[in-house]
C-alpha cells in the first residue's frame, strides 16, 4: 500500500498562492489515482480535485479556476497549486490515493485506500 505525506501547507495572505505536495512511497503513483481533500472542524472533508493516472483532472466548483492539480511520476509526487486564496479555503488539506481503474467518485472520500496525515493551510484576510 502506498504511503503519502503532504507537505508545503502554512499561512497565506488573502489572493496569495501556495503550492502543496503529496510525496508517496512504497509504491509508484503511476497506477493510482490521487484526490485531495479538505477539512474544517465540524464539517464533512470535501474533495477539492482529483488527477488520475492517465492525467485527466476534476475539481470542486468551488476552486475551479483557482487550483490546479499535476503529478510527476519521476518524483512520485502529486502538486495543488492554489492561486487566488481565499480565507474559506482555509483547512487541513489532505491527499489521498487509490488504485487507478477503480470506479470511485472522485469527490468521495471511501473510494480512497491510503491517505497522507494532512497539512494546514490558513489564509487570512
Known amino acids: 500500500q502506498v504511503q503519502l505525506v503532504e507537505s508545503g501547507g502554512g499561512l497565506v495572505q488573502s489572493g496569495g498562492s501556495r503550492r502543496l505536495s503529496c510525496a508517496a512511497s512504497g509504491s509508484t503513483l503511476d497506477y493510482y489515482d490521487v484526490g485531495w481533500f479538505r477539512q474544517v472542524p465540524g464539517k464533512e472533508r470535501e474533495g477539492v480535485s482529483c488527477?488520475?493516472?492517465?492525467?485527466?483532472?476534476s475539481y470542486a466548483g468551488s476552486v475551479l479556476g483557482r487550483f490546479t492539480v499535476s503529478r510527476d511520476n519521476a518524483k512520485n509526487t502529486v502538486y495543488l497549486q492554489m492561486d487566488g486564496l481565499k480565507p474559506e479555503d482555509t483547512a487541513v488539506y489532505y491527499c489521498a490515493a487509490t488504485s487507478a481503474g477503480s470506479d470511485m467518485i472522485w469527490y468521495l472520500k471511501d473510494g480512497y485506500d491510503s491517505w497522507g496525515q494532512g497539512t494546514q493551510v490558513t489564509v487570512s484576510s
Open positions: 488527477i488520475r493516472s492517465d492525467g485527466r483532472t
